[in-house]
């Protein structure tokens, strides 16, 4: 008990729900929330970029609130509900928001973009009706294609004036 | 996988994360992980055990009082910026925290761990040398508290001695004569501030009598602009050549701020010194300039 040894694990059992689906999984302390959802899981709708927090691409929802998952560990969500792009047509409908970036061409690339759904997502039922609010919001992912034009007329198209109806 | 090896160890209570701190030289505490985990990243941080206590209950209180606002260990900053509760008692935090980085960093790191942190560049340890906030700190030897002002002892360096932690930080509440704003310049949008300021200002009788003025990214702590200061008490409006005093006085408390590759001396110097200007006369005339994401 007095050991310190004995305290901490370089290998930790980790429970989360990703989509809705269990995963009770034995994981490295040092596996990357980001490389769990990608590698162990299978998911690689998620994206990485830049790796420490910068660009957005790894965007995910845990517990309701959008996060980095390349700067978490898995360890740090244990226990939570994990949401990725792969859910948002999960019931093979897109969402208005993947929709409204479908019609508007609000990507080249796509790589931002599982980024960006995320991050809107997280946020669809607040009140993002300020222009200097949204672009904030925006500022939070980093997109090296489309110049941000296409993706803020695509999200004003689903938000009317920027707010965002439950959808 | 990008951090080195280590063993992860998560705390049941702030005792219990003391006690395995205490045994462990190569420990560092975890707490939303948004600096250390890409500090890891990096390799620039390799600790041999991480004691997680974010997931502590007992630390995750963001308390609002008429004497001021409590926040523990594991509270996140969006929790506090969204906390109807303590802006009203402390309208400097959220001011501050919309600064940080993006909504998404802000759902996971903490207030007291960007207190630990000390990055010269953050918002938050200028407000708490603005706001004479005070730290609780638990270790081997009990609970001490801290003022901010001995807090911050250099870059990424504070009084936190071998196997403490922060278990929650004060601010006491703002005097209801008082405004403050918080202003910065930033390469983009959610970058560290290249300079910024926290300024607290109130009047009675139409004429300034409290002024504080915390500049960051200037030195290895926060800045107090104390020549800054005297200049605003006793002014009522701040015309030209009140401007042009201020400028020079800000000009001067920010002596020799560090270069980098992102900005000069002389940057850094006349950046703070446009900024407590435009901030000043925002507060004392009352332009309803948004400044950002103040
Ligand atoms: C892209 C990006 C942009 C950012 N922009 C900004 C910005 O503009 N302004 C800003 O201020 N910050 C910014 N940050 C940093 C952010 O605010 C961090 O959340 C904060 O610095 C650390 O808090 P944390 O809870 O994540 O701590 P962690 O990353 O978990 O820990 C940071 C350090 O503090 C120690 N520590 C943490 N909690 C405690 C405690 N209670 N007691 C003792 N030691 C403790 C840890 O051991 C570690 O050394 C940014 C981060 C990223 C990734
Ligand atoms: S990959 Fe996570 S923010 Fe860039
Ligand atoms: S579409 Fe290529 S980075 Fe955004």
Redesign the interface.
């Known amino acids: 008990m ?4 004995k ?4 290998e ?1 059992r980790i429970k989360v729900t990703v989509n809705g689906t269990q995963e009770n999984r034995r994981v ?5 929330l980001s ?1 769990f959802i990608r590698d162990t899981v299978g998911l690689t709708g998620t994206h990485i970029g830049c ?3 910068v660009c ?1 691409a790894c ?1 995910i929802i845990v517990d309701g ?4 998952s ?4 898995a ?2 969500v ?1 226990g939570s509900t994990i949401r990725t792009v792969e859910d948002l047509a999960g019931d093979g409908e897109l969402t208005p928001m993947q929709k409204a970036f479908h019609e508007n061409h609000a990507m080249q690339c796509g790589f931002c973009t599982a980024g960006f759904l995320m ?1 809107l997502e997280s ?1 669809k039922n607040e009140d993002y009706s300020d222009h ?1 609010d949204l ?3 925006l ?2 992912n980093l997109c090296r294609c489309t110049g941000y034009q296409d993706i803020l007329n695509a999200v004003t198209s689903v938000w009317e004036t920027g707010t965002g109806p439950s959808s | 996988m990008k951090p080195a090896s280590f063993d992860y160890y998560r705390a049941k209570s702030v005792d219990d994360a003391v006690s395995t701190l205490a045994e462990s030289p190569f420990a560092k505490v975890l707490a939303g992980g948004q600096s250390l985990v890409p500090s890891m990243n990096f390799r620039l941080s390799t600790p041999s055990l991480l004691v997680d206590i974010g997931q502590l209950d007992e630390l995750r209180s963001v308390a609002a009082t008429p004497e001021g606002v409590t926040i523990g260990a594991a509270a996140t900053q969006y929790a506090v910026e969204s906390s109807a509760e303590a802006a009203a008692v402390v309208p400097g935090l959220r001011a501050a925290l919309r600064w940080i980085g993006h909504r998404q960093i802000r759902n996971r790191g903490t207030v007291c761990g960007s207190l630990a942190h000390a990055d010269p560049a953050a918002e938050l340890p200028a407000l708490a040398v603005a706001t004479g906030a005070t730290m609780e700190l638990r270790g081997p030897n009990g609970t001490r508290t801290v003022a901010a002002t001995d807090f911050f002892r250099g870059p990424f360096w504070t009084d936190l001695q071998a196997g403490e932690i922060i278990t929650h930080v004060r601010f006491p509440a703002q005097a209801p004569n008082v405004t403050t704003r918080v202003n910065e310049i930033a390469r983009r949008s959610g970058d560290f501030a290249l300079v910024g300021v926290i300024a607290s200002i109130g009047s009675s009788n139409g004429s300034v009598d409290t002024a504080v003025l915390s500049g960051f990214g200037l030195g290895a702590t926060p800045v107090r602009l104390t020549a800054a200061e005297g200049v605003l008490h006793g002014k009522n409006t701040l015309d030209e050549p009140a401007r042009m005093e201020l400028y020079e006085a800000a000009y001067s408390d920010a002596g020799d701020p560090f270069e980098d590759v992102h900005a000069s001396t002389e940057y850094r110097r006349e950046s703070i010194a446009s900024l407590v200007v435009r901030t000043a006369t925002a507060i004392i005339d009352g332009s309803s300039e948004k400044g950002g994401r103040s």
């Open positions: 007095t050991d310190a040894s305290r901490g694990e370089s930790v490295p302390a040092r596996l990357l490389d790796e420490h927090g957005g965007t609130a959008a996060v980095r390349c700067s978490l560990l360890v740090q244990d991050t946020v200097d672009l904030d919001l500022s939070g």
